[in-house]
């Protein structure tokens, strides 16, 4: 079988909280800018769908996912406990 690039564990190390909900969404939003503006930061990238490049972008530490504010963190990860809990 062949292993998922970029790794999961190493993508997860590279979040704020090792959170994949939120690597996940940064993700998304990476994809998006890509998909409107049709620019990619100049790497060797390894796959080509739009949300992989994302994904490779974050991992090569092309784009790092950051908080504004550390109370947007707080509640984050206040709605994603709700979520599960709930």
Do not use: G, H, W
Not at 23 to 52: C, D, Q, V
């Amino acid at each position: 079988m062949n292993e998922f690039y970029p790794p999961n564990d190493e993508l997860l190390k590279k979040t704020p909280c090792n959170s994949r909900f939120i690597l996940i969404n940064a993700a998304a939003i990476r994809t998006r800018k890509i998909l409107e503006n049709k620019i990619l930061i100049p790497i060797n990238y390894k796959l080509n769908k739009p949300y992989e490049r994302s994904l490779e972008e974050i991992y090569n530490d092309k784009v790092k996912i950051i908080f504004e504010k550390e109370e947007k963190k707080e509640s984050i990860l206040r709605l994603i406990a709700e979520q599960y809990i709930s």
